[in-house]
């Protein structure tokens, strides 16, 4: 039986805000991170669930949060639904 890969995070040191990128085995399927220049009282994170090439426009998800935590939990969320509808499960 083949093992499915696991999501992983690693942070990007070339960005001044923090922000990580999402991967599943190899590949980058998305990213969270702190939004810049954000008025006051707006959320802090912002999180996208998409890769290019393979995934069309209408596939994509992304939205914001307070905490990373909310955000990482957004995440994960939007991209079962999308492992589900692109590989049955």
Excluded at 47 to 67: L, V
Aim: hydrophobic content about 30%; aromatic content about 14%.
């Amino acid at each position: 039986m083949r093992t499915m890969p696991q999501l992983t995070r690693r942070r990007d040191p070339n960005t001044t805000q923090e922000t990580w990128g999402v991967y599943y085995g190899d590949v980058q399927v998305g990213t969270i991170a702190e939004r810049a220049g954000n008025p006051a009282g707006s959320p802090r994170w912002q999180w996208a669930c998409d890769f290019y090439p393979g995934s069309h426009p209408s596939e994509h998800a992304k939205g914001t949060a307070e905490t990373f935590d909310q955000a990482r939990g957004a995440f994960e969320i939007a991209w079962r639904f999308f492992h589900a509808k692109r590989y049955g499960g």
